[in-house]
Structures are given as C-alpha cells and as structure tokens.
C-alpha cells in the first residue's frame, strides 16, 4: 500500500525572504542618508561660554586671574545649503524604494510560479497513484490469473509485467517531482509546512 502524501499549505511570507529584507534595509539606510543631508542644509548656530582660571606664575604670584568667554557660530552659506547632498539622498531613496517593489514583484512572481508547479507535481503524483497504478495492477493480475489458466501466452504476461513497473517507476519519479516542487515552493514562500 503506497502512502499519499499532502502538504499543508504555508502562507506566504514574502517579506522574509533574504532579498526582501536586505531591500528594506536598504530603503532604511537611504531615509537615515537623506534625514542627515536635510539636517546639513539646516543652520544650526552653536552658542558657547568658558571660563578661564589664570594659575599663579611668575609674573602674577597670587593666580587669581579669571576670564570669562562667550562664544557664537554662525554658517554663512554664501553658495549653497547642501542642496546636491539632499537631492542626491532623496534620489538614492527612490531608487531603493523602486528596487524594494521590483524585489516584492519578483517574489511574488516566484511564489506563484512555485505554488503552479507544486499544484501540477501534486495533481500528476496524485493521478498516478490513485488512478494509473490500479488499473495496471488489475491488468497484471488479469493477465497472470488468464496465464496460469492458459488462456494467453507467456509474452503477453511479461508485457503485462512489464507495463506495471513502468508505472510504478513513474509513480516513484512523480513522487520525487512533487517533493522538488514542493521544497521548491516553500523555500520562495519562506514558510514551514509539514506533511499529514
């Protein structure tokens, strides 16, 4: 008695495929890059205070010296703001944005391609074992029970033989196909599935 196999079917998770990822990521890293060249064309005015104690030396032996300091930053941006650097980061984010879509359209399509085959082995693995492989077993065995009476040749038996472990060979490799397709399916899904 040949065992039917059935997978349960696994969601898909396209967003975990390891190209999927690295495309998010890459999509994270060129927002940071644009956020920091925005933040270069802002003007920032740092402000600073100090103070300066004067040690004891030779010339004032008492060191009582202090000096107080304040201090003010100001960019002058004669020229430019930085404006190449954001709109070369804003240009980097589109593009990695565009290649995240493509890369989910590519799963996605790989998925559906995998999911076919998986179906198609399934459907051809399924036809075989619970269609094909009977009726040539009912042969063989009609052709042995009409042998052993006399009633055909022996060349007729061993075509008979013959036919049912072409089919059984047949079922093994759409076996074999089905298990493919189906580690095939789930490795572009990026689930588990298991068998029943």
Not at 55 to 75: H, L, M, R
Not at 138 to 146: G, K, M, N, P
């Amino acid at each position: 008695v040949a065992a039917v196999w059935t997978f349960a079917p696994a969601p898909g998770r396209n967003g975990d495929r390891p190209d999927v990822v690295a495309a998010r990521r890459r999509v994270e890293a060129a927002e940071a890059a644009r956020e920091l060249a925005r933040q270069l064309g802002t003007r920032a005015v740092p402000v600073g205070i100090e103070a300066d104690r004067s040690p004891a030396t030779d010339i004032n032996p008492s060191g009582n010296g202090v000096t107080y300091g304040v201090s003010v930053s100001i960019p002058l941006y004669a020229r430019h703001r930085n404006e190449g650097e954001l709109a070369r980061a804003i240009a980097d984010l589109e593009t990695a944005r565009a290649a995240l879509e493509k890369t989910r359209a590519q799963a996605d399509a790989e998925a559906s391609v995998a999911e076919e085959e998986w179906r198609s082995a399934r459907t051809r693995r399924d036809r075989l074992e619970t269609e094909v492989r009977p009726i040539a077993r009912e042969v063989a065995q009609a052709a042995e029970f009409a042998y052993s009476k006399g009633a055909t040749g022996v060349l007729d038996l061993l075509d008979a033989r013959r036919s049912l472990k072409a089919v059984e060979l047949d079922e093994l490799q759409a076996r074999a196909e089905a298990a493919k397709a189906w580690a095939r399916r789930e490795a572009a899904l990026e689930g588990a599935g298991g068998n029943t």
